[in-house]
């Protein structure tokens, strides 16, 4: 499975930005995937994840109401997009494959590159 990111750059707080994750290689079974972001020193969190099949939405409650996920199943790619930026959601983005929840937090099976997101303030 590759998953290829990409979108990250600089903006503006408040602007905005559109992150893209082709996947290829195989068709995901468990039709979820989904968007982490790590800030260097700190632990890879969850922000948002889609159901491939239905559709269905979940965010972390940190971005709820300014990010967006979506999905093109005929194009095998998923979208994240940003809007009122802030600086603290400044960090390398990471989308993520057959995403499972372990307890409370949710974890991929696989991992694609990281695309890096600077807002400033």
């Known amino acids: ?12 707080a408040g602007g905005s930005l559109r992150l893209s994750c082709a ?9 979820r995937m989904g968007w982490f972001r790590q800030v260097s ?14 559709g269905d939405t979940f965010y972390a409650d940190s971005v709820k109401g300014r990010f967006t996920i979506s999905r093109d ?11 009122s930026l802030k600086p603290e ?4 983005y990471y989308c993520g494959g057959e995403l499972k929840k372990y307890g409370s937090r949710w ?7 990281g695309t890096l997101v600077t807002v400033s303030s």
């Open 1 to 12: 499975v590759q998953l290829q990111a990409s979108g990250g750059g600089l903006v503006q």
């Open 23 to 31: 996947a290829s290689g195989r068709t995901f079974t468990t039709y």
């Open 41 to 54: 020193g700190n632990e890879r969190e969850f922000v948002a994840g889609i159901g491939w099949r239905t």
């Open 73 to 83: 199943n005929a194009k095998n790619t998923v979208y994240l997009q940003m809007d």
């Open 89 to 92: 959601d400044t960090a390398v």
């Open 107 to 113: 974890y991929p099976d696989y991992w694609g590159q």
